[in-house]
């Protein structure tokens, strides 16, 4: 029978809901369990995909083509759990199905209600991950925090799932914060007890607790919670802030978190093995060098917004043994104070997707710097539009070179619309979404990261290189390094003579993890890390 671990969250958001789930499945699979994960977001939007940055976040895109909320992506960078359309659901999404079905009749006339035809759906939901019982495990993260009057529907329905499938085959989890008072000297627990009685008024009991917290809770403290949140002892789990969110995993397995699930969930205990995690916590924590990054962006005080290139960056750190430090540089900056002076320190830029015209034009100008001082460049899907209009106008002479999307009529239409983008309306779910094979060209600097010629990434644009505009750009020392498997889309292009150059239409920080770093952000960071190197041998000759 395949089991269920429910995971709510109260006191208040942004206790790390998504880091906690993806942490106890981490530590599952390190004793051999197959696991999966979903999550439901109570908002009404199907999708974040059409949602504003500064509301949402990072879109996560799975290999199917879903746009997802960013913790989708912890969950895969913490296991080997593969994300799709069906582990991200949304009131939306829900009601949209059940809307559906009462239009076509299958309700036979029936009246349509919360419970029990919207909970039904969630039910049917959560079965839908774990259809062919593939998995052990599902964790099922409930977004928003206990008492929205949104997250309603989802608790009434994951305390029915219980009755229905057994209850030696469900727990619950609940992510609560222990404030500390600093003129008391102490944490505080009310707030939890409040949280856990709502909970209960709910009818849910949960079996554990993860308690946020700025200090150790005592013995006292874990018998008080305990008692007044009838949760065992051993279930009071302590989660202390960690400098790393890949320690969590560590820190809760101290805890005996993961022994504590599997006896309540009956399952057997397999032989464990964290040391590739604790390897990676150890080369997180002590690095033998630091390199500094620039990332130039628009959305720079907003890093939830790039979440998995921070997180790449981490997986690439480990894997040069280096510390990769970033500075986030406003594009409008680099007009403001040129790009000399944007970039200072920096040994490498990055410049990520993004959409709309703002700051394209600060993201070119810092390109033409990198392009010529030979700085390490990593464009990434904007990014990499970015450089192809810089090479057109800078280095092939196409003055008003533009991607149609920023000037409908410009002369030279160098990044122009997908053709199956013709004609499409609907913003949501619509772009070119998900996994594409890439045919890589030998002697690239991709063909060399990657190590071999074909490759899957996952997309998510609108716009793509012109192909008409082919022949003049590598005439003149750009380089197709690898386009779909009918070579009729550019999907990696780099600058010949230069050191690492290099532009991908898709995104490859969905997709790096810290047990198996990216190679192309692995290599971009090594080259930086050279760029460095060479930049202190000549300071220190001069000197
Ligand atoms: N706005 C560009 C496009 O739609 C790039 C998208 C992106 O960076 N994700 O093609």
Known sequence: ?????????????????????????CLLETRGLKVTHQKFDPY??????????????????????????????????????????????????????????????????????????????????????????????????????VGDIESLPFLEAIRQFRKDVGRENVIYVHVTLLPYIETAGELKTKPTQHSVAQLRNI???????????????????????????????????????????????????????????????????GKQDVSAWEKVVERIKFPAKTVNIGIVGKYIELKEAYK????????????????VHLTWIDADDVIKHGAKKALEGVSGVLVPGGFGSRGIEGKIEAIKYVREKKVPFFGICLGMQCAVIEFSRNVCGLDKANSTEFDEKT?????????????????????????????????????????????????????????????????????????????????????????????????????????CPHPLFRDFVKASIEKNGHEKGKKAKHA
Not at 1 to 25: A, C, E, H, Q, R
Not at 447 to 475: M, Q, V
Request: some cysteine; glycine content about 8%.
């Open 203 to 269: 009818g849910i009991q949960p079996d554990i607790l993860i308690c946020r917290t700025q200090h150790p809770i005592s013995k006292e403290l874990r018998a008080k919670i305990s008692m007044f949140c009838n949760v065992d002892e051993e279930g009071v789990i302590q989660c202390e802030d960690a400098s790393s969110v890949y320690e969590v995993p560590l820190l809760f397995k101290e805890e005996g978190l993961d022994i504590i699930v599997m006896k309540l969930l009956n399952l057997r205990f």
């Open 411 to 515: 002369q030279h239409q160098v990044i122009s619309l997908l053709e199956s983008q013709h004609g499409v309306e609907n913003k949501g779910g619509t772009m070119r979404l998900g996994a594409w094979d890439c045919k890589l060209v030998k002697g690239t600097h991709a063909e060399a990261a990657y190590g071999k010629e074909l490759i899957s990434e996952r997309h998510r644009h609108r716009f793509e290189f012109n192909n008409d505009y082919k022949d003049r750009l590598t005439k003149k020392g750009l380089r197709i390094a690898g386009t779909t498997k009918d070579s009729k889309l550019v999907e990696i292009v780099e600058v010949t003579d230069h050191p690492w150059f290099v532009g991908v239409q898709f995104h490859p920080e969905f997709k790096s993890r810290p047990l």
């Open 44 to 145: 009404i939007n199907v999708d974040p995909g059409t949602m504003n940055p500064y509301q949402h976040g990072e879109v996560f895109v799975t290999d199917d083509g879903a746009e997802t909320d960013l913790d989708l992506g912890h969950y895969e960078r913490f296991s080997s759990a593969c994300m799709g359309k069906d582990n991200n659901v949304t009131t939306g999404q829900i009601y949209y199905s059940v809307i559906s079905r009462e239009r076509k009749g299958d309700y036979l006339g029936k009246t349509i209600q919360v419970v029990p035809h919207i909970t039904n759906e969630i039910k049917d939901r959560i079965l839908k991950v774990n259809k062919d019982n593939k998995y052990d495990v599902t964790i099922v993260e409930i977004g928003g925090t």
């Open 308 to 323: 998995s290139i921070t997180e790449s960056f981490v997986h690439a750190g480990v894997a040069n043994n280096a510390k």
């Open 1 to 25: 029978m395949s089991k269920y671990i429910f995971v709510t969250g109260g006191v208040v958001s942004s206790l790390g809901k998504g880091i906690t789930s993806s942490s106890i499945g």
